[in-house]
């Protein structure tokens, strides 16, 4: 059996596919890749069926051996500095790993989210449909350690229709369209989400992206609003006024204001947004 030696996580490397939606009823969020958009690509330049689970890899750092026989690969999002055994090989093209070689990735200079896909899927057992770790729920495969064994699926009867794609830019500033409300007159200059810049809080997670800059004031000091459905790209106000912008982990439900909602197209950006970095949002 083809599998995936971890040698080296990095400082953190889950399993992650497209999640487990209908299950926020019971309080289990859908989860799944952060930046989408990267983690299906990956697929597609290997010819996975959609939703084949892949790894998603943080900051880089993540060495792995392929033992069993030859494992295809690709790798997008964050651009990392790629090997195979000791020749360097390209991000975002489909690349052959032979047996007993080691893929490396080094750490990206802008991005904060690789993926890592194998033709044929890490074929890891799945927990209510999804092979997905949500990191608030503690559901699905745990967070990759050194001498984890990742099986790899039967690959795919189809071909790759393409071998190799431009590699996107992501560095600069973030900029974020975002759709005003339901809450924003819980704050006294909704605005101020727009018109202010922002910086990434080192303190961001797969939960959401925490934002450092000038505190947006309660309308009515001292208001309580009952929970609410919290949604993937919510810019929700906390006490300290400071907001935060839900992804791929997000709660189900949440009791802060949420003052806008950053369309859906948008939010595989955010979550490659590193701390450190600025941001700016833009009503539409």
């Known amino acids: 059996m083809r599998e995936l030696e971890v040698v080296r996580p990095g400082p953190l490397a889950l399993v992650q596919d497209l999640g487990r939606p209908g299950w926020s009823a019971v309080g289990v969020g859908r989860s799944g890749a952060a930046d989408r958009g990267a983690y299906q690509l990956a697929n597609r330049l290997l010819a996975n069926p959609e939703g084949a689970a892949a790894v998603e890899v943080t900051l880089g750092g993540f060495d792995v051996a392929a033992r069993g026989g030859d494992v295809?690969?690709?790798?997008?999002?964050?651009?990392?500095?790629?090997?195979?055994?000791?020749?360097?090989?390209?991000?975002?093209?489909a690349v052959c790993v032979r047996e007993g070689e080691r893929l490396r990735l080094g750490v990206p200079k802008a991005g904060l989210r690789s993926y890592v896909a194998v033709r044929g899927g890490v074929d890891v057992p799945p927990v209510l449909g999804s092979r997905s770790r949500d990191v608030l729920a503690a559901i699905g495969p745990a967070p990759l350690v050194v001498g984890d064994r990742l099986p790899v699926g039967r690959p795919p009867r189809t071909y790759p229709q393409v071998d190799a794609v431009p590699v996107p830019v992501h560095d600069g500033d973030v900029a974020l369209r975002v759709v005003r409300g339901p809450r924003d007159d819980w704050v006294r200059d909704a605005d101020g989400l727009v018109r202010d810049r922002w910086t990434v809080s080192p303190h961001s997670d797969r939960v959401g992206m925490r934002l450092e800059g000038p505190p947006m004031r309660p309308a009515v000091p001292g208001r309580q609003l009952p929970s609410e459905g919290a949604y993937r790209g919510a810019v929700q106000v906390p006490p300290g006024g400071e907001p935060v912008v839900f992804l791929a982990d997000h709660p189900v439900t949440g009791g802060y204001p949420v003052v806008g909602v950053v369309v859906d197209a948008d939010v595989d950006r955010a979550a490659q947004a590193r701390p450190g970095q600025s941001l700016r949002f833009r009503w539409i």
Do not use: I
């Open 72 to 93: 295809w690969v690709a790798v997008t999002g964050a651009p990392v500095e790629l090997r195979v055994g000791r020749r360097v090989v390209d991000p975002y093209a």
